[in-house]
Every structure is written in structure tokens, then in C-alpha cells.
């Protein structure tokens, strides 16, 4: 849908003779799939490591998007360790893209130990990443659903 919208958009207006507006004045804000994590591991796997390349090129080539941060647990382990070992996966990615040159100030992190598990232990040792442009980015939704569930 995203990818028609423009098209959409040029046919309308060129229907009522008007000019095309170039694709970058209706900005859209990117969407990455998350980057998992092994049992108890605060390091990525190296078949998510494009992922995360793909989050730093997205940063550095708009310095107007901010990025939040949200790292998960599977349900093994106690409360404190998994909210513990939630916020170093998540601060582990903040770490790289600090490393590689972007602000701090445009990257929120925050440890969600267990919150939106999906019942698979595989795909809950994640850290999930939502775009804004133009400051902080807020909790996402499914972020914020998962707290009020704990």
C-alpha cells in the first residue's frame, strides 16, 4: 500500500492538471523487522546483523528520525534478571549505532523483560525498533500493550 500511495497520489493530481509533488514530500517512516537474540545472549546472531546495518543506514541517512529501542525476553529465568538482560539487549543496539556515529539523543532504549511474549522463546529474544521523525520516539504500541500486561 505504501508503495501505491505515491502513484495514487501523482494520477489524482495529474487528473486535475495540477503538478506532481515529488515522493519525499509525503514522508513515511521506515519499518524494520526485530533482531533476535540467543537464550540468556545480550549479542546479536550474525544472520541479524543486516538488520541492524539496515537500522544504522536509515539513521545516518535522515538525521530527522528518532528511534525507539524496546529489548524482550522469553519467559525463562526470574522477573529482575529478564527485565536486566531486556534493557542490555536494547542498550547493546543503542551502543552499536552510538559507536558508528549517531546522537543518543535520537535513540530511547527501554528493557521490557517478558512484556509481549509470543509464546514462542525464539521469536520473544528480540528487540523490536519504531521510527519517528522530529523527536524522541514514543513507547510503540504493542511496547506500551505489553507493560499494562505485567
Same mark, same amino acid.
Given at each position: 500500500?505504501?508503495?501505491?500511495?505515491?502513484?495514487? !497520489?501523482?494520477?489524482?493530481?495529474?487528473?486535475?492538471? $495540477?503538478?506532481?509533488?515529488?515522493?519525499?514530500?509525503?514522508?513515511?517512516? @521506515?519499518?524494520?523487522? @526485530?533482531?533476535? +537474540?540467543? =537464550?540468556?545472549?545480550? *549479542?546479536?546472531? %550474525?544472520?541479524?546483523?543486516?538488520?541492524?546495518?539496515?537500522? !544504522?543506514?536509515?539513521?545516518? $541517512?535522515? @538525521?530527522?528520525?528518532?528511534?525507539?529501542? %524496546?529489548?524482550?525476553?522469553? *519467559?525463562?529465568?526470574?522477573?529482575? *534478571?529478564?527485565?536486566?538482560?531486556?534493557?542490555?539487549?536494547? %542498550?547493546?543496539?543503542?551502543? +552499536? !549505532?552510538?559507536? =558508528?556515529?549517531?546522537? %543518543?539523543?535520537?535513540?530511547?532504549?527501554?528493557?521490557?523483560?517478558?512484556?509481549?511474549?509470543?509464546?514462542?522463546?525464539?521469536?520473544?529474544?528480540?528487540?523490536? +525498533? $519504531? +521510527?519517528?521523525?522530529?523527536?524522541?520516539?514514543?513507547?510503540? $504500541?504493542?511496547?506500551?500493550?505489553?507493560?499494562?500486561?505485567?
Amino acid at each position: 500500500m505504501r508503495a501505491v500511495l505515491p502513484l495514487v !497520489l501523482t494520477l489524482m493530481l495529474s487528473a486535475c492538471g $495540477a503538478k506532481a509533488l515529488p515522493t519525499t514530500a509525503i514522508p513515511t517512516v @521506515p519499518s524494520v523487522q @526485530p533482531i533476535h +537474540f540467543g =537464550a540468556g545472549s545480550r *549479542s546479536i546472531s %550474525a544472520a541479524d546483523a543486516p538488520t541492524l546495518e539496515v537500522v !544504522l543506514q536509515l539513521m545516518r $541517512a535522515d @538525521p530527522s528520525l528518532h528511534l525507539m529501542v %524496546a529489548g524482550y525476553t522469553d *519467559s525463562e529465568g526470574n522477573d529482575a *534478571s529478564n527485565l536486566e538482560l531486556s534493557r542490555a539487549r536494547a %542498550a547493546f543496539v543503542q551502543s +552499536f !549505532l552510538a559507536s =558508528a556515529g549517531i546522537e %543518543a539523543t535520537r535513540v530511547t532504549v527501554e528493557g521490557r523483560g517478558e512484556g509481549g511474549t509470543t509464546g514462542d522463546a525464539n521469536q520473544d529474544r528480540r528487540v523490536d +525498533f $519504531a +521510527f519517528t521523525r522530529g523527536g524522541p520516539a514514543p513507547v510503540p $504500541a504493542a511496547v506500551a500493550d505489553a507493560g499494562a500486561q505485567t
